[in-house]
């Protein structure tokens, strides 16, 4: 079964900083999805940026961008020019891309305060 | 962009009464619909696969028969605590895939309170 990992229950950034969420994850398989997740206090799950394990090249999305190392089984993301609203959780999360067995999968989350 | 809602976002219950959250997709259809379960500070949880007009599919350590899952139609899902306890008390997130695109979206999720 696949297994996602974040070992920074809590992480801290000065606004206009950046600032990077670490995760790593568990599989054999080679073709999946990675996701990172924000969550505010409002607890809607709100998707921050998604890598395609076949793209070598790092996905970004404006200010937010991840290091993906596929060997390392790595898929850090790295938050640039921190805003106050980044404030939150974020989950890291694995979906394989098997049809039939692609429900997504969680690590522990990592709480991030921004500091004015 | 794809909507999920779920109905109500906060029920409080009495304890031995049952209880249904509602997950529809708004804007499309969805074959499978995934229900997560989360505690306070906790990562979210899987408890439960659906795919319309078949049987859920429960993880590991999930009552069936406490947690009713019914994927009526490409549009809704619900869940159903049945003789809920104080235990049973926590935040429920569905999810819907999207049949043509295969993407994966969350609902606002539901604040269950077993008194």
């Known amino acids: 079964a696949q297994t996602v990992t974040q070992s920074q229950p809590e992480m801290s950034v000065q606004e206009a900083e950046t600032v990077t969420l670490s995760c790593t994850y568990d599989?054999?398989?080679?073709?999946?999805?990675l996701f990172w997740y924000k969550q505010p206090p409002s607890r809607q799950m709100i998707l921050v940026i998604r890598?395609?394990?076949?793209?070598?090249q790092n996905a970004t999305e404006n200010r937010f961008s991840v290091n993906f190392q596929k060997a390392a089984k790595s898929f850090s993301l790295k938050i640039s020019d921190s805003q106050l609203g980044d404030a939150a959780m974020y989950f890291c999360?694995?979906?394989?891309?098997?049809?039939?067995?692609?429900?997504?999968?969680f690590g522990a989350g990592t709480r991030l305060t921004v500091k004015p | 962009g794809a909507v999920v809602s779920q109905h109500p976002s906060w029920v409080i219950c009495k304890s031995g009464t049952s209880v249904k959250i509602e997950c529809r997709s708004l804007?499309?259809?969805?074959?499978?619909m995934f229900w997560y379960r989360q505690f306070p500070k906790q990562s979210l949880m899987l408890m439960a696969t659906?795919?319309?007009?078949?049987?859920?599919?429960?993880e590991q350590g999930v009552e069936k028969d406490k947690f009713l899952i019914n994927h009526a139609s490409l549009t809704l899902s619900t869940l159903t605590v049945t003789s809920a306890h104080p235990e049973d008390s926590s935040f429920y997130i569905c999810?819907?895939?999207?049949?043509?695109?295969?993407?994966?979206?969350f609902g606002p999720g539901t604040r269950l309170t077993v008194t």
């Open positions: 804007d499309f259809q969805a074959t499978t």
């Open positions: 999360a694995y979906r394989s891309a098997n049809y039939n067995n692609n429900d997504m999968r």
């Open positions: 999810s819907a895939r999207s049949t043509g695109v295969g993407e994966q979206y």
């Open positions: 599989t054999s398989e080679s073709d999946y999805y």
């Open positions: 890598q395609e394990a076949y793209k070598q």
């Open positions: 659906s795919n319309e007009g078949s049987k859920a599919t429960y």
